[in-house]
């Protein structure tokens, strides 16, 4: 019998969207994660809708029990704007999951954050998956946050790279900039306070690098204990799902949410496949040998025109001003997705005998 890693203590800040779902896959899959609470932002779909897949994917996973708390439901200044050509209109592409049966929380998302962080300082580690409102609420009511928590990292921006909604921003930066401005403002070291490190940033320049396909689909299911005939399937342009894929609940979720990506992805992006964002940014929260970073200073434009929601990072320390955010300039993508299909494949084994 394996020992037990030492326990990471965990809130994901998500708006489940397909790769955000892939995600808490990710953090459920993961032996070392103690995931305390997720909370929930308005971004690929609405804050509601939001809640709701995260309650209904964490089921799927066995996870029932973790808290789901809602959060804003509207970007600090800008109007929302959801992206169901990206993630469908419910937001987990073909994918359809039965009510969850846990109800939401009372409390609300950017008050959870605060007051977890309160009552464990210097031990939790908050990775944001989506737009950065809650965060950025929950550093108006307690400034201190960014000492309070052990780390936090961020899937958001394009700091070398282009944009993936305008030539210059990314998507989570571009339905909340003044949410992403005012958080970067808020982790700019104070000298004489506390040390803090500065955030993780897993930006498009490698998050792009996960691309996951039919191949790695095919190989997750074999790991999960699918016949080769059905892995095969899972494996093929256009992906589909039979036999004993089809009566996993775990695969047979991903199939369904991936389609819908892959085909998206095909008309965008010229591939069919996928790029997997949000739990490349949970495997590097959880280890951070998986990128090589660099401190910058990055500001956030908030003001109309063509640089709306970029990430502008000074390179060359033009401004003088200190590094606020540690930036994933390379990974090892590679190693992200053997472990992903490790440890995906892993959970969806184990929940190949529960009846859906
Ligand atoms: C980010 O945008 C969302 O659509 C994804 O879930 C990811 O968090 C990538 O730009
Ligand atoms: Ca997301």
Sequence with gaps: MGTMPEQIPLILDVDTGIDDALALLYACASPEVDLLAVTCVAGNVDARRVAWNTRAVL?????GDVPVVLGREQPLVKPLVT????????????????EPSRALEHSEAADRIVELARTRPGEITLVTLGPLTNLAVALEREPALPSLLKGFVLMGGAYKAPGNTTPTSEWNLHVDPDAARAVFA????????PPMDLPLAMGLDVTEHAILRPGHLGALARRAGASLADAGAMAS??????????ANPVLRFIGDALRFYFEFHEQYDGFYGAFIHDPFAVAAALDRSLVFTQPVFV??????GLAHAMTVADWRGTTGQPSNLDVAVAANADAFMERFIDRVGGLAEA??????
Excluded: I, M, N
Excluded at 59 to 63: F, I, K, L, S, T
Excluded at 91 to 97: E, I, K, N, R, V
Excluded at 237 to 246: C, D, F, K, M, Q
Excluded at 299 to 304: A, I, K, L, S, Y
């Design 299 to 304: 500001d956030v434009e908030t003001g109309p």
């Design 351 to 356: 929940r190949s005998g529960v009846a859906r």
């Design 237 to 246: 342009e256009p992906l589909r799902l039979a036999g004993s894929v089809a």
């Design 59 to 63: 089921e799927v996973a066995g996870r």
């Design 186 to 193: 808020a982790w700019r070291p104070d000298l004489d306070g």
């Design 83 to 98: 992206t169901p050509e990206t993630h469908g209109p419910t937001g987990l592409g073909y994918a359809s999951l039965p």
